[in-house]
């Protein structure tokens, strides 16, 4: 049902949805079962470095504000060419890349 509200979650694994007053909160993770292409060289990796949490505090449904907390993957790139040695998976529609990331 998530998925039919926020369209953009389809593609992650959605863990808890909490509801309290004025705030839908919502508790998701990109999905391990899914390959993520490297954005410098496109290389298809499965291959964890880490996980880390992202926050998204801007949406609304039905005049309720939602907080979705998003535990992204990083993965490292499987093309020992490539100058990227991770990377952080994007959720389409969800986050956009980090423009002055320190992460190589």
Not at 46 to 59: F, G, L, N, T
Request: negative net charge.
């Amino acid at each position: 049902m998530v998925g039919d509200l926020l369209p953009q979650l389809a593609a992650v694994q959605v863990e808890r949805v909490e509801a309290s007053g004025d705030l839908l909160r919502i508790t998701a993770r990109t999905r391990d079962d899914l390959l993520a292409a490297c954005p410098l060289c496109g290389q298809s990796s499965d291959w964890v470095h880490s996980r880390y949490e992202r926050y998204v505090a801007d949406e609304a449904v039905g005049g309720r504000a939602v907080a979705i907390d998003l535990s992204v993957r990083r993965l490292h790139c499987e093309n020992p060419a490539c100058e990227k040695v991770t990377f952080a998976e994007q959720v389409d529609g969800l986050f956009q890349p980090r423009g002055c990331s320190r992460w190589r």
